[in-house]
């Protein structure tokens, strides 16, 4: 009630004032013929009632409550996309070995072994091969799907253009891309089509 009532006290003079109520411009006679004293003139604006300011509420720093920081999200998403675009990225002249080179600092050893057997894979290379494919990628995070302790799951589309015998075509696909935290280091060690889940 205090605080209403102070609130009050310091609006009546500026509603006085706006109604023509305000000090009139000469004293007024009182019953005795003198004119009445005032202690103080009576203010011609309404002091704020909100003249002190108000703090602006800082916003929430998120990563307090998550296991990661923003350097290592940003370090993790860094190596998920330099990734993503490797790994579409090939030339029916290089060796399985050469393929993964890119994606050694990238990630685990046994991704990148696992990759080059694939890579190996008779009628793949064959095919590969036969028609001489060379292929450049890129590679964007749409979205972060689930992170654990030490661990991120990425949404990527990677964007490709694959050369062959018979001309050159775009394609594009997503990709559920799997991140853990390695010492320190974060390095993929999962690569599934998004819709499979990779969780």
Known sequence: MLLGGTGAYLLIPGVRTALGQGSPASPQPTASGHPSR???PVPTSAPSSSAAPTATPSAPNIYAWLPFSQSDLAKAAGVTEAFG???????YRESAAAYVAPMRNLATTELTGSLARGYSTLGVASQRTKQKQVSTATAVINSLRSFGASSLIFVVTINQ???TTQGSS?????WAIT????GGTWLVNDIEPAQAGNT
């Open 38 to 40: 005032s202690a103080a």
């Open 85 to 91: 675009a490797a790994y579409d990225t090939f030339s």
């Open 161 to 163: 253009r694959l050369h």
């Open 170 to 174: 775009p394609g594009s696909s997503q």
């Open 179 to 182: 991140v853990v935290n390695n």
